[in-house]
C-alpha cells in the first residue's frame, strides 16, 4: 500500500480554509497514486482548540466540515483527524477521534485512549478516552491506528507509566501488521529525536511499518515541527517530511520506500526556524500583517526584529528606535545598520520629553538625580506605550523582545519591555539568543556585531549593566534550567555546585515574579517547560521553595 | 459524637501558619468537648496549589508538615485534607487525600475519587483518582469520607453524569451512617443555595447525618465562602458557619443539635462580601498592605476603591484622580468626595502635560485635533504609568477597575486601565456594579449619589459617553451573560428576542477581544464563569462563532 504523509498546518477554527487544504493535498496524494492519505490529530479544527470545544455551534461546524470532507473525496481512503461526538454520558461529551473513510463511507473511528493531562495540554478537560485498541482491516493490511499520546507509553522507553495501558502493545497483541499514529505533538528543541526514537523503537519492538503523521505550523504559543516519519519494520527510516514546513512524502509498504526530506541540521536551526515559523503563523493567524518592535540596540530585540522581518517580510517589519540621555551612541549606529541590514522600516522617537513630563508631574515623589527602580520603569513604560500607538495607527502587531533568563527573574518591565501581542524569545535562554543570532548570521551579517559584542544593558540608568543587577548569564542559565525545566529543588541545584546564596535568590526572584508573568503576552515555546499556560503557578503564595519552608 | 467543623482560611505553601491554624482551631475543638474536628480539602498546604503540586520540596514540606500536625495534635480526632504521595506507577505520582488521626495515629486515609477537570479546575492534571469508597468505624459510627466533586455525582440531582460512578451511593450501600465531605468550593453567586441542596438532598435520600467542610478565603482569583454545614438525617439544617469568615460551628449526631450562624442574606450582599475578602485576601497573600487605585468619577473605580478600603482600610488606600481635559467638573468633585466618605487618601495628577509630550514625540502621526483610539489609549497608558509609578514608589498593589462587560467587549486599554496586581469587579457585569455599589451605601453615603446616576463615559475624547461606542447596558449584560456563561450560540441568542446584528456584534467583539484578556490581572471569580483560568480560548484563530463558519 503506498501512504501519502499529508503534514498539514491548519488554523484554529478555519473550517473552510483548513477543509480545502485537506482537499487539495488529498488530491496531491491521488496523483502520487497513494492508497491512503494520512492527515494529523484533529486537522479537521486545528490542535488545540481549547475551550471551542464546549461551544455546541465549534462542534457542530467541525462535524459539518467533516462530513463534506468524507463527501467530497473520493477515490482515495483518507485518516483523518477530527471531533467525535459521543452518544452517552457518563463522562466528556466528545472524544478526539480519528476516522478512516473511502468514497462517501465513513469504514472506521477510533477514540484516542491516553489523554495527555499535563503541561501545555489539557485534553481531560475536553475529551473521553477511547477504552477500545482494535486493529482493522484495509487493503491488505491490518491497521492499528493511535493518536499521538497513545504511543508514549511504552514500558521500555518510559519506565515511570503515565497511564494503565499501552495501546500499542494491544494492538500489536491483536494482530496490527501496519501501525499508524496521528499526532499534533508540540516542538521543543530536542522533541524531534525524542519521537524518531520512539517510531524507530516501536517499529523494531513489533517489527511493524510505523508511520506518524505530525502537525505543522504554530497556533498560539505552541508550535508543530511536523518532520511526520515511516519507519520499516527494520526500525529504518524510510520516510520523513520537512520540519516547520507544509508537505507530503510518501511511504510504500510493499518496497518500505519512502521520500527523505531535508530537515535541519541541528539544534539551533530548528531554533531559528522555529521563531520564524511561530512569528509568522501567530501574526497572520491573529488576522495581521504587519508588525513593530521596539530596538534597544541589544541582543535581544535585534533577533526579533531579524526573525520577523524573515518571517512577514521586511517591508511588514517596524523597528522604532527610542533613546533616552542613558543611550549610548554606539546604540544608535547598531540599531540603523540592523534595520538596513534588513530592510526594515526604521523610525526614531527620542522618550526624553515623554519622560521629563511624566517626572515633573510626578516631582512629588520622582528625581531624575536620584534614580530608582520607579523611574526606570516610567521609561520602558513609556516606550511601551509608543509602540502601542504605532501598533494603534498602522494596524501592526507589537513584538515584544524579553528572553526566557530575564523573564524568568522579572528583569523586565510589565507595560513596559513585556508589552506587545507575542513574546517572540520568552522562552529562549540568553545563551541560545547569541547562538540562534549566530545562526541568522551564517551567510552575511544581519545583527550587527558589535551587538553580538556589547555586553547586555537595560540602559535605564547611567551605565547601568545586566551584570550589575544579575548574576552572569553563564552562572543564571543553568541554574534556571535546573529549577524550571528539571523541576530541581534548590538544594539539588546547590549541590550540583552552585553558591548556596545565588541558587536562594535566583529562586526567589523566579517565585517572586510569578506576578508579571501571569499577565506577559503568550511567548513560543521552545523549550521543554515555557513559561505560560504549561506552568501554572499561584501569584498569592508563601511557598519560597527554600528547604521546604 | 460532637463534632467540629473548622473552616479555616489557609494561604498557599504557608505550612507554617497554616498548622499553626489547624493546631488552634483543634484546640478550640477540644475546649468545647469535641470528639472529632474537621478541617476542608488541602487544608495543609490551601487550595489550589497548582503546579507546586509538581515540586519535589513542595510535597516534602507538606509531608513534613502533616506529620507533625499527627504527632502535635493530642486528644481529639482530625480529619484533614492533605497531599498523599502514591508508591507506584502507573499514574500521576499523588492523590488528593484526607486523613483521620487522633494521638499520634493516622488511622484512616482516602483519596478523592473524582477529580474535576473543567472550568477552573485542573486535578487531573496532578493527582490519581481513589478507586475505592469503603466506611471505616470510628467512635460508634460508620464514616463514608469523601473529598469535595466526590459527592457532585449524584444522579438525581445531575442527570448528566461527568463520572461514571457516585461514591456517595457506594458508602450508603455499604452501610455508612454518617457522611463528611471535605472541600474547597469556590463561590460563584448562588453556589451556596446549590451545595445547600446537594447536602440537604444526600442526607434525606440516604437518611444520614451530612458533615460538609469548605474553605473559606481568596486564593488567586478564587474565592471561597466557607457555609460549611451540617443536615440531619431528616435534610434539615443543623449547622451552617459564617460566609466569608473563619469559623467554628459545631455539630452534634446524637442530638441532631449545632449551630447556626449567620450569612449573607442575599446575593448582592455575598458579592460585596466576596469582593472585600478577596481583595483583602489577594493584597495581603501576595505581602502587600497597600493599595493605590485610579479614579475616574466613575461607578466601576468607585466600587474597587470603596471595596478596597474596607478590606485594607482608609490608610492604606489611596486614590489617584488623573484628569485630563475631557474630564468632566462633576467628577473633582465626586472623586473628592469619593475619598472624604472612606477617609482614603486622594492626590490629583493631570495627564495632559504628558499626553501632550507624547503627541509631540508622534507628531508624524497623531493628532490631538482629529482623535482616534491612538490618542484615547495615550492618555489611559499615561494613567497607567503614573499608577505604577505610586506602586514602585510606595510598595502598594494597583487595583484595575474594569467590569465584566468591559472586559468582555474589550473596551478597555491593555497597559492603561488594565494595569494593576488585581482586577478586582471583572467578573461583574455593569448590573451588578450598581447593585452592589447600593449595598455599599446602605447604612450612609460612601458613594456619592452622583456617581450612581451619571452617564458611564471613558473621558478619552470630548464629550465620550460608554453608549455611543457599545449597545446599551441593559442589553449588552443579558447577551454576554448568555453567550459566556450559559455557552448559549449566537443563533440561540437570537432566538431569545435579540438583535440579530447586535449579537452577532456583541459576540465578534467578545472573539477578537481575547488577546487582552489574555494578559489581564488576576480576576476575582464572581460568577459561574469568569474570565481567565476557568475560560481557556485560543487566540490566533478564526472560528467566529457565527452560525459555524
Known amino acids: 500500500m503506498k501512504i501519502a504523509l499529508a503534514q498539514i498546518n491548519p488554523i484554529i477554527g478555519d473550517f473552510i480554509g483548513n477543509g480545502n487544504k485537506i482537499r487539495a493535498f488529498a488530491l496531491r496524494a491521488k496523483n502520487l497514486s497513494c492508497d491512503l492519505v494520512i492527515f494529523p490529530e484533529l486537522s479537521v479544527c486545528g490542535y488545540p482548540p481549547r475551550d471551542l470545544l464546549e461551544r455546541k455551534s465549534f462542534i457542530r461546524a467541525c462535524q459539518k466540515a467533516t462530513q463534506s470532507l468524507v463527501d467530497d473525496i473520493l477515490g482515495i481512503g483518507v485518516i483523518l483527524g477530527f471531533v467525535d461526538q459521543l452518544a452517552e454520558a ?17 469504514l472506521e473511528v477510533v477514540h484516542k485512549r491516553l489523554l495527555p493531562t499535563y503541561d501545555v495540554f489539557d485534553e481531560s478537560r475536553y475529551f473521553s478516552p477511547g477504552a477500545k485498541a482494535e486493529p482493522f482491516a484495509y487493503k491488505g493490511h491490518n491497521i492499528g491506528l493511535t493518536i499521538c499520546e497513545d504511543a508514549w507509553n511504552d514500558l521500555d522507553l518510559f519506565p515511570v507509566q503515565a497511564y494503565d495501558w499501552d495501546p500499542v502493545q494491544t494492538l500489536a497483541e491483536k494482530k496490527a501488521d501496519l501501525l499508524i499514529n ?10 524531534r529525536a525524542i519521537r524518531g526514537n520512539i517510531m524507530a523503537h516501536l517499529a523494531k519492538k513489533y517489527h511493524l511499518p510505523c508511520v506518524y503523521v ?14 511526520s516519519t515511516a519507519h520499516t519494520p527494520g526500525g529504518t527510516l524510510a520516510a520523513l517530511a520537512g520540519e516547520f514546513e507544509e508537505d507530503l512524502v510518501t511511504f510504500d509498504t510493499s518496497t518500505g520506500q519512502g521520500d527523505i526530506h531535508p530537515v535541519c541540521e541541528n539544534e539551533v536551526e530548528s531554533l531559528a526556524r522555529a521563531l520564524v515559523v511561530g512569528v509568522g503563523d501567530y501574526v ?50 547598531d540599531t540603523k545598520e540592523l534595520a ?32 530608582g527602580v520607579t523611574e526606570q520603569n516610567i521609561q520602558a513604560r513609556a516606550r511601551g506605550t509608543i509602540l502601542m500607538a504605532y501598533s494603534n495607527k498602522t494596524g501592526a502587531m507589537v513584538l515584544s523582545t524579553g528572553n526566557k533568563s530575564e523573564v524568568a527573574v522579572g528583569y523586565c518591565t510589565l507595560y513596559g519591555d513585556m508589552s506587545g501581542g507575542l513574546s517572540v524569545i520568552s522562552d529562549l535562554p540568553k545563551d541560545m539568543v547569541y547562538a540562534v543570532s549566530r545562526y541568522f548570521n551564517r551567510e552575511r551579517e544581519i545583527i550587527p556585531e558589535s551587538i553580538l559584542t556589547k555586553a547586555p544593558s537595560a540602559e535605564l540608568r547611567p551605565d547601568q549593566k545586566d551584570q550589575d543587577d544579575l548574576p552572569p548569564y553563564e552562572i543564571l542559565d543553568p541554574i534556571l534550567h535546573a529549577y524550571i ?21 535566583i529562586v526567589r526572584r523566579v517565585v517572586r515574579n510569578e506576578y508579571k508573568r501571569r499577565q506577559a503576552a503568550p511567548g513560543l515555546k521552545l523549550t521543554s517547560k515555557a513559561f505560560g499556560e504549561g506552568r501554572r503557578y499561584p501569584v498569592a503564595q508563601k511557598f519560597k521553595d527554600q528547604d521546604g519552608s
Chains 1, 2 share one sequence.
Open 90 to 106: 457518563p463522562g466528556k461529551p466528545i472524544a478526539n477521534g480519528a476516522m478512516l473513510f473511502e468514497d462517501g463511507k465513513i
Open 182 to 191: 496521528i499526532a499534533a505533538s508540540p516542538f521543543h528543541a530536542g522533541k
Open 214 to 227: 505530525n502537525q505543522v505550523g504554530g497556533n498560539d504559543h505552541l508550535l508543530f515541527d511536523g518532520t
Open 284 to 333: 497572520r493567524k491573529c488576522g495581521f500583517s504587519k508588525v513593530v518592535v521596539g530596538l534597544s540596540g541589544g541582543i535581544d530585540s535585534a533577533l526579533t526584529l531579524a526573525a520577523a522581518a524573515k518571517a512577514l517580510g521586511p517591508e511588514n517589519t517596524l523597528g522604532v528606535f527610542m533613546p533616552s540621555e542613558y543611550t549610548s551612541q554606539q546604540n544608535f549606529t
Open 340 to 371: 538596513d541590514n534588513l530592510g526594515c522600516g526604521y523610525e526614531i522617537v527620542p522618550i526624553m520629553p515623554i519622560f521629563e513630563a511624566f517626572l515633573t508631574s510626578l516631582s512629588s515623589f520622582c528625581d531624575k538625580e536620584n534614580f
Open 485 to 505: 525545566e528539571d523541576l530541581k529543588d534548590p538544594e539539588e541545584i546547590v549541590d550540583m555546585g552552585y553558591d548556596r546564596d545565588v541558587v536562594e535568590d
